[in-house]
């Protein structure tokens, strides 16, 4: 169980309802998302044009920058990454449930992933021009880019939701922003996925961001009793 915290009234519904709405957005724009690639409509007409313009882009420099970023997000490096970050934080903090939430949100995202993969079956783009060998497994949704989302979004909000100051709050959003767009680009870049397969990504990881915050809202928080008139008159009485 978590550390309890006290929170106001208006504090806990505003988690609440952020987690709901988190939730909401995810669900719609995955949906949304997924009917386009199906029936090769709308989002989807803007693969192909991206992928083709990231192609002019690719140059020595920009390789040795996404190569590595792809890396530390994939299969291999992410769970080694997920395992030091969990066991560290717990050590330090001498609690583990935002270290085991971090990692059951992380274990979430690769099964929902895992389970969508083949239901969706979509094709990854021509292996010629994947930069870091040929990958014939599915693409829709983004593996790296899930983990990414999963990985700073929700460190972000376990971090904020306890600490927050102006300059905290800025510096980790800010890291979160760039560390997503970073992996997006790379695994664009390097010829492994195609747009939507992002789009994809980042709407599963609002919803399990979503449920994070629900959960995390219902078991470590609870605001402070109001007095009852009954307790009132209590008082006023032994007084």
């Given at each position: 169980?978590?550390?309890?915290?006290?929170?106001?009234?208006?504090?806990?519904?505003?988690?609440?309802?952020?987690?709901?709405?988190?939730?909401?957005?995810?669900?719609?724009?995955?949906?949304?998302?997924?009917?386009?690639?199906?029936?090769?409509?709308?989002?989807?007409?803007?693969?192909?044009?991206?992928?083709?313009?990231?192609?002019?882009?690719?140059?020595?420099?920009?390789?040795?920058?996404?190569?590595?970023?792809?890396?530390?997000?994939?299969?291999?490096?992410?769970?080694?990454?997920?395992?030091?970050?969990?066991?560290?934080?717990?050590?330090?903090?001498?609690?583990?449930?935002?270290?085991?939430?971090?990692?059951?949100?992380?274990?979430?995202?690769?099964?929902?992933?895992?389970?969508?993969?083949?239901?969706?079956?979509?094709?990854?783009?021509?292996a010629q021009a994947m930069l870091l060998g040929p990958d014939g497994s599915y693409s829709f949704p983004s593996g790296h880019v899930l983990g990414a989302c999963d990985f700073l979004l929700v460190t972000a909000f376990l971090v904020l939701s306890r600490r927050k100051t102006p300059l905290l709050t800025s510096a980790i959003c800010l890291v979160a922003v760039l560390g997503i767009s970073l992996v997006t680009l790379s695994r664009l870049y390097l010829g492994y996925h195609w747009l939507t397969d992002a789009i994809a990504s980042v709407s599963l990881s609002l919803v399990i961001l979503g449920s994070t915050i629900a959960l995390d809202t219902r078991h470590t928080t609870h605001t402070p009793r109001v007095p009852?008139?009954?307790t009132h008159a209590r008082r006023n009485g032994a007084a």
């Open positions: 169980m978590g550390v309890q915290r006290v929170v106001s009234l208006k504090v806990q519904r505003r988690l609440y309802i952020s987690a709901l709405l988190l939730a909401l957005v995810g669900t719609a724009l995955f949906a949304l998302t997924t009917a386009s690639v199906v029936q090769d409509t709308w989002l989807a007409g803007a693969d192909e044009p991206v992928r083709n313009w990231l192609l002019t882009l690719r140059a020595p420099v920009f390789t040795t920058v996404m190569a590595p970023v792809a890396f530390v997000f994939g299969p291999v490096a992410m769970p080694i990454v997920v395992l030091v970050v969990t066991l560290t934080w717990a050590l330090i903090a001498r609690n583990a449930w935002r270290p085991l939430m971090l990692a059951g949100a992380m274990l979430a995202g690769v099964v929902i992933s895992q389970i969508i993969l083949p239901i969706v079956q979509r094709p990854r783009p021509p009852t008139e009954g």
